[in-house]
């Protein structure tokens, strides 16, 4: 009976499993030590944390970079001992007994798909958890300027709420301006401003969930657009049920980047998004949450390249390899903005947006294979 696992088959994946991890480690090294590292050791002179928050932070910080050093050290190990091979004759030496680019590739792919899930849980556990962690070291993340627009059945404004700070649950210096039924040509008249010191989540008698105000000020306006009275308010509910939830959901999510959520969550937040007709943000959002599934599979497809760049004549410079490889980690990274951007303005949908960068590697993997004639 053939054996499945061959003594090849543990050998190249061994030689790329130890490069891969030094990659990982040195390029973990080089991310971690210029600015936050330098940074930490600053907090922890000057005492504004003790040495133990310190070592915290960096550990907490260290998914974030994992995220990103998962494909880089899989494309640099595999390009590294494919090159080696390459240079001491092995690879000639697989070929010549008959095995060929896809049998010699098997091991790389086994390895490739381990390392894939490690990033995808690294994005979908490790970074949200790691986050969370941080903002309770570093006490919270203040929000600045939020704006909930309420419309009406027919896509009119009703009811526009500005939050001008969000910390740990708390609301302060809320803006709450009720429109108008009155349209003039594209401008909505204000029937009421109020400005309140406080707010919060709270219920109602009948435990519906609404938005608690406190010391507030209100400003009734007339037809013409002329204040009528100015009140003082104790205290007031506004967006009560489905709304109060959706819009401090959304102002929850929004004080946090896409990386914080976790992929349950993050869906949860796209829904709502669509549901609330927020077009840009949900756009953006959806392209996130894709990224989330084709970003790990680059890692299969930089493991093929770096094999591909490794397959090299003796006497070839190392150096082209390696140049070609962090060019294209490079352009996959830079690039990635780009799209965003294109998602969120609705120029191309978001899931062209997340497909395209690993598509495109896709294609220059099958063009390089095609020109080297392995």
């Keep these: 009976m053939k054996k499945i696992i061959t003594v090849y088959d543990r050998y190249i994946f061994m030689q790329v499993l130890q490069t891969t991890i030094v990659a990982i480690l040195l390029f973990t090294i080089v991310w971690i030590a210029p600015e936050m590292l330098l940074n930490t050791i600053k907090k922890v002179l000057s005492h504004e944390m003790s040495a133990q928050t310190g070592a ?3 550990f907490y910080e260290l998914p974030k970079i994992m995220g990103k050093a998962f494909p880089v050290g899989l494309l640099l190990g595999s390009l590294f ?4 091979l390459s240079k001491d004759s092995e690879l000639t030496i697989f070929r010549a007994v008959g095995m060929s680019f896809s049998r010699i590739l098997r091991p790389l792919l086994v390895l490739s798909f ?6 995808f849980v690294t994005y979908d556990k490790w970074i949200p958890y790691s986050c969370q962690k941080l903002q309770d070291i570093k006490g919270g993340r203040m ?7 309420q419309k009406d059945e027919k896509n009119h404004p009703a009811t526009a709420v500005i939050v ?7 609301m302060s210096d809320v803006i709450v301006m009720d429109f108008s039924q009155q349209v003039f040509d594209d401008l909505h008249g204000l029937e009421n401003i109020m400005v309140a010191e406080n707010g919060k989540m709270g219920k109602t008698k009948d435990g519906t969930p609404c938005w608690e105000l406190s010391d507030i000020t209100s400003y009734v306006i007339d037809e013409e657009g002329i204040f009528k009275s100015v009140d003082k308010i104790d205290s007031v509910n506004i967006l009560e049920g489905e709304a109060a939830v959706n819009a401090y959901t959304i102002m929850i999510n929004s004080t ?13 937040y796209v829904k709502l998004l669509k549901q609330e007709r927020l077009d840009e943000d949900y756009r953006l959002m959806l392209n996130k949450y894709l990224q989330r ?3 790990p599979f680059v890692c299969v497809l930089l493991a093929i390249m770096g094999c591909l760049l490794g397959f090299s004549k003796p006497r070839e410079q190392r150096l ?30 978001p899931f062209i947006t997340a497909s395209f960068p690993p598509l495109a590697f896709l294609a220059a993997i099958i063009a390089f294979y095609k020109s080297r004639d392995l």
């Design 56 to 58: 915290l932070v960096l």
């Design 81 to 84: 001992t494919f090159d080696k």
């Design 114 to 119: 381990i390392v894939t899930y490690l990033c």
């Design 143 to 149: 929000l600045t300027q939020y704006i909930y627009t």
């Design 164 to 170: 001008s700070k969000f910390l740990n649950g708390k």
């Design 256 to 268: 946090k980047r896409d990386r914080d959520i976790n992929n349950k969550d993050l869906r949860q």
């Design 293 to 295: 599934f084709f970003h």
């Design 320 to 349: 082209i390899g390696f140049t070609i490889a962090i060019g294209c980690i490079f352009v996959y990274y830079i690039t990635l903005p780009f799209f965003d951007l294109l998602a969120e303005k609705g120029v191309l949908h």
